[in-house]
């Protein structure tokens, strides 16, 4: 019985010696096996089934393909599978005094594999079948295969899986229409690049991968991006998402909850707005949105602080000269428990009020003076250098300009007026 992953050995004694280990793991292969002393003589005949060797734990590796041998029987102090379904576990062992610490395995071997351990370690018979340990061969390594890279359809695998330790898949070029099932079950993929290919549409499970930090959709035929993937553990891993030259109109309101988003390329799409809470992407520091159909930029956008900002080509419209005014006094009842809601951030959710008024929290426009409003403001329009918000700046047209118009919201007549400086 084997399983593939890597390894990190430490040892307990480390910290008394004032050692630090080295904290990364080494591809291995893990070989359950029946290992009896030379001088053991054989079973008899009619005797207890499978004699009286018990299961061994060999540690092979690339330098050591002849393994390192483990004790299991009544030598297991404690098992910590807390992350055994992101294919991490570590067994301690009594003696030697160490930690066998793996990752990057496949979910469902490893359980097996575990199960077959804490069998060996109460000394039962393990179901699987124990041969006498043979050293690993140079092949049984190249199932680590972390990177693979397919740029036509010819090579496009139609019978076998993915390896599932890639970390990096590139599949472009190859007419996909639809994301692959098969790569939603690579659990350890941090790359994946579809570009050049027909999909329209991404699966929420996209979201499952929750190691992915890199997402290249450029040039497909998507239409939108899901809240359900805005909402999804990308939250906490997307660094880098490419979702240009795609049919896409408008990002949810939702998708600015992507905050470890660093590098975001939107060129070549249809969009005609960005999300008005753009400023919660604090750490995007490279913004790509050239050739869309942007009037304005929302008014957040100035609490940006970005490295590189390209939004040429878009048709941006001059500020109006009179705003947009929207104020109804006394409030509504529904404007009024709005604005009490999120200004003292009470928690709310389908599960407590009705879908409808969820998105009216969600899409709720930011004051100038932090404040919230939902359909009573004053809109105004002002023109931003958009040096104030990144160190470089492609010109937005070819007349040299780097200004750009930036819609505000004003929750009440007094944050307009102390406010109208800005729009003059």
Request: contains cysteine.
């Amino acid at each position: 019985m084997k399983l593939h992953c890597e390894v990190e050995v430490i040892s307990r004694h480390l910290p008394a010696l004032g050692l630090r280990n080295r904290g990364k793991g080494v591809r291995a292969v893990l070989s359950l096996c029946q290992q009896a002393p030379r001088t053991e003589p054989r079973p008899r005949a009619g005797g207890e089934r499978g004699g009286r060797h018990h299961a061994c734990l060999f540690i092979s590796t690339l330098k050591d393909k002849l393994g390192t041998r483990y004790e299991l029987k009544e030598n297991i102090e404690q098992f910590f599978t807390k992350f055994v379904d992101e294919g991490k576990a570590t067994v301690r062992l009594k003696e030697p005094p160490v930690d066998i610490c793996l990752s990057k395995a496949n979910s469902s071997s490893l359980k097996g594999f575990l199960s077959a351990v804490r069998l060996a370690h109460r000394g039962c018979d393990v179901e699987a079948p124990l041969l006498t340990f043979t050293p690993v061969k140079t092949s049984e390594f190249e199932k680590f295969k972390t990177k693979m890279v397919i740029t036509s359809k010819k090579d496009y695998p139609l019978s076998k899986n993915f390896p599932y330790s890639l970390e990096h898949l590139q599949t472009s070029y190859c007419g996909l229409a639809r994301v692959d099932i098969r790569m939603l079950s690579l659990k350890n993929l941090r790359k994946l690049d579809l570009s050049h290919n027909h999909i329209k549409k991404l699966p929420a499970t996209i979201g499952d991968l929750i190691h992915l930090q890199e997402l290249n959709l450029n040039d497909n035929h998507l239409e939108s991006f899901s809240v359900a993937l805005c909402q999804s553990t990308l939250q906490k891993s997307l660094r880098s998402l490419d979702l240009s030259k795609n049919k896409i109109k408008a990002l949810p309101v939702q998708f600015c909850q992507l905050q470890e988003l660093t590098d975001l390329k939107l060129d070549d799409n249809e969009l005609i707005r960005l999300p008005f809470k753009m400023g919660q992407l604090t750490n995007l520091r490279f913004l790509s949105a050239a050739r869309n159909k942007l009037p304005f930029l929302p008014s957040e956008f100035k609490n940006l602080s970005l490295e590189y900002l390209d939004l040429f080509g878009n048709i941006f419209e001059q500020p109006e000269v009179l705003p947009v005014i929207k104020l109804q006094m006394p409030l509504t009842l529904l404007e009024s428990s709005a604005r009490t809601v999120l200004y003292n951030r009470i928690p709310y959710g389908s599960h407590i009020i009705p879908f409808h008024l969820c998105q009216d929290l969600d899409t709720a426009k930011t004051c100038v003076c932090g404040r919230f409003c939902l359909s009573c403001f004053i809109q105004g329009t002002t023109t931003m250098n958009l040096h104030s918000v990144a160190h470089t700046v492609v010109l937005v047209d070819n007349m040299g300009g780097t200004e750009a118009p930036v819609v505000s919201y004003f929750c009440s007549l007094t944050c307009y007026v102390n406010s109208c400086d800005m729009l003059m």
